[in-house]
């Protein structure tokens, strides 16, 4: 069966992608880029601090790990509650020990909710970035614009008065946007967004926001919760991976992102912690290594994009 000639002339067909959201380009073949001391792989941690509403929403999508039994769904409400409440404490001493800085990607409701936890992620000299409302709070292009342009605004700024921070960087749900998304999130004043997973650098969209690369395969959600590894495993698939990418920073002479999910409470249950503490000590005494928080790698990366 032949193809109609229509399927020629969509419009947004073309060389690199079907959309203008960025310019295609190869990371082989951009300026070098470094990071502060010469290092050479920033490690990208972003803790997802999330607030489950015990009834969930399916429109327009129900949010990864959300309730699923009958309701009240006690059993997984708990659980998510026990990140908040026990495991995200063992996660910011595991920072401590290890002296590194993450960035808590945060639902406006959790910083509402637990004013305590949001002081000492603040008083670790952690970053704070926008992580919708709470879970309910996804974003998909079937909603209309008028409603997405209410969730970012009411998400921040319910975040900034509770937090007494604006901020630079946005995480949504399940890493999902619409085709609006970028817009709105530029429109309401943000830097950067951490949901794209195409690259192992930043890099700028059209309208000028930039985009920190984050991971779908070395989650902890994927590959402990989803895939049912160990956190050892998991803990030795960051180690290869930052091999990988420290050595392929010297062969190319430029730098990596080596992004870090964290779930509290999936990695921060006490028989995995140890895996995680043992991580981050042993990465952050590695020479390539730069720990550093979202809006610190953008601002290395800008800086030196205006050189070039």
């Known amino acids: 069966m032949s193809l109609p000639e229509s399927y020629t002339q969509y419009p947004k067909r073309g060389e690199g992608y079907d959309h203008d959201f960025y ?6 073949t951009r300026a070098p880029v470094r990071w502060p001391d010469d290092k050479s792989v920033a490690v990208f941690i972003t803790v997802n601090l999330e607030y489950y509403p015990i009834t969930p929403e399916d429109e327009p999508f129900r949010a990864p790990g959300h309730m699923v039994t009958p309701y009240p769904d006690y059993r997984h409400y708990t659980v998510r509650d026990y ?3 026990v495991a995200v404490f063992r996660m910011l001493d595991a920072f401590a020990k290890a002296g590194v800085s993450a960035s808590f990607a945060i639902n406006a409701a959790v910083a509402e909710r637990y004013p305590e ?3 000492a992620v603040q008083a670790g000299g952690h970053e704070i970035i926008a992580h919708s409302t709470d879970m309910n709070g996804t974003i998909a292009s079937s909603m209309s614009e ?3 342009r209410a969730l970012i605004a009411d998400a921040l700024a319910r975040l900034e008065k509770a937090t007494g921070e604006k901020p630079a960087g946005w995480h949504s749900i399940a890493r999902s946007q619409s085709w609006r998304t970028l817009d709105l999130l530029k429109e309401h004043g943000l830097s950067w967004c951490a949901d794209w997973v195409n690259d192992e650098l930043p890099f700028r969209f059209t309208n000028g926001l930039v985009a920190l690369p984050s991971s779908v395969d070395l989650s902890d959600r994927q590959i402990v919760a989803v895939q049912q590894h160990s956190a050892e495993a998991w803990a030795q698939m960051m180690r290869d991976a930052f091999d990988w990418l420290a050595d392929e920073a ?3 002479s430029s730098a990596r992102v080596l992004p870090m999910q964290l779930t509290p409470y999936i990695m921060g249950q006490p028989f995995r912690i140890a895996a995680l503490e043992d991580l981050l000590s042993e990465l952050a005494a590695r020479e390539p ?3 550093a928080k979202g809006s610190d790698i ?3 990366w800008t800086a ?5």
């Open 83 to 85: 990140g908040n409440r």
């Open 23 to 28: 310019d295609w380009s190869n990371i082989h």
């Open 304 to 308: 030196q994009q205006s050189e070039t």
């Open 117 to 119: 936890l949001i002081h």
């Open 250 to 252: 010297e062969a190319q």
């Open 146 to 148: 008028a409603d997405e």
């Open 298 to 300: 953008v601002s290395s």
């Open 289 to 291: 290594a730069w720990f």
